[in-house]
């Protein structure tokens, strides 16, 4: 039996996202809640976790198996909400939504994956360059429906970003700087603001039902990582089947799987699933940034967050330790 122990705090509402479509989703026991910002190891997670549910190395559609249910933009509620009744395996859904804005339930469990900003903006970088026309439309229609909705002005398409990687990380560092200005002055804003979204999953970090995962550690030690989000699932496994999982979870296996394992994704980006699976690096934003911009940087971080916070997303457990033994 599945209790609810807190309703969403908030209703996060975008082009992209809707966060009332989890008010028709009907929990069982043991389902499991992937969700992460935006580029930070999402369907990495969905494949592990597929792994490790069906103890197989098979390739299983991620979209199909693990539906993004807050999302706008791909598949009807109705038809989410049909897939996930008739699922009989024990499910796992996929949300970028911060952790106030979730129902929690205490028999269902939650898998947040951080990373660390700079290289999330990277990966976000190449995600919206090969965005497809009709992906692009898709997206303008949404955010002017939405804009109209509210009562507000046709919402304009945004300009042009920029596509020097330095460039778009200034940008982002921008963007940061004035939802951290709007936060401390008590305006809303309209865009998912990174260090505020992640703050929700570290301030709960210790409630027995959340599992905090890095995507530094998944990098250097992916088959320690599994062990430890299996004993968290509660999944017993004979040891003798892990390396076939782990290495069919390798970011290499899956960027060669890519089209197998997302076929949706090649009316979506421009080279289909090898966009979308790009490089899967960490500490790639070193190569773009001088002294000053890492200096503005660790000042926005200075402001937005906590030091214990800070140094998680920064570098996960290897660099921070057990996020649930962190004092901030």
């Known amino acids: 039996m599945v209790t609810l122990l807190r309703s969403p705090l908030q209703e996060i509402r975008t082009p992209a996202l809707d966060s009332r479509r989890w008010n028709h989703f009907e929990p069982r026991d043991d389902d499991i809640v992937i969700a992460t910002f935006p580029k930070s190891g999402t369907t990495w997670m969905q494949r592990i976790t597929d792994l490790l549910v069906f103890q197989s190395p098979q390739i299983r559609p991620v979209g199909k198996i693990s539906p993004w249910l807050d999302c706008t933009f791909f598949d009807a509620l109705e038809d989410d909400i049909a897939r996930l009744k008739a699922q009989t395996h024990r499910r796992f859904v996929k949300s970028h939504l911060p952790f106030d804005a979730l129902p929690l339930w205490d028999n269902v469990k939650y898998i947040h994956v951080a990373r660390d900003g700079r290289d999330a903006r990277l990966s976000w970088m190449n995600h919206q360059q090969g965005f497809r026309p009709e992906m692009r439309a898709r997206i303008a229609s949404k955010a002017m429906a939405l804009a109209m909705e509210r009562d507000g002005p046709p919402a304009a398409p945004p300009p042009p970003a920029p596509e020097a990687p330095r460039d778009f990380l200034l940008q982002w560092f921008g963007e940061l700087e004035v939802a951290l200005n709007d936060r401390i002055e008590g305006k809303a804003t309209a865009n998912l603001d990174y260090f505020a979204f992640e703050a929700t999953y570290w301030r709960e970090r210790r409630r027995p039902n959340l599992l905090l995962v890095h995507y530094n550690d998944l990098k250097e030690d992916l088959e320690g990582e599994m062990w430890r989000i299996a004993e968290f699932l509660n999944i017993a496994l004979p040891g003798s089947i892990m390396p076939?999982?782990?290495?069919?979870?390798?970011?290499?296996?899956?960027?060669?799987?890519?089209?197998?394992?997302?076929?949706?994704?090649?009316?979506?980006?421009?080279?289909?699933?090898?966009?979308?699976?790009?490089?899967?690096?960490?500490?790639r934003w070193r190569q773009y940034l001088g002294p000053e911009d890492i200096s503005r940087y660790d000042a926005i971080v200075q402001r937005a967050t906590t030091p214990a916070l800070a140094q998680w997303l920064e570098g996960g457990r290897k660099k921070a330790g057990d996020p649930k033994s962190e004092e901030d």
């Open 244 to 283: 076939a999982l782990v290495e069919a979870a390798r970011f290499e296996t899956m960027k060669k799987d890519g089209d197998a394992l997302n076929p949706a994704l090649r009316t979506t980006f421009d080279r289909g699933a090898e966009r979308f699976i790009n490089q899967g690096l960490s500490g």
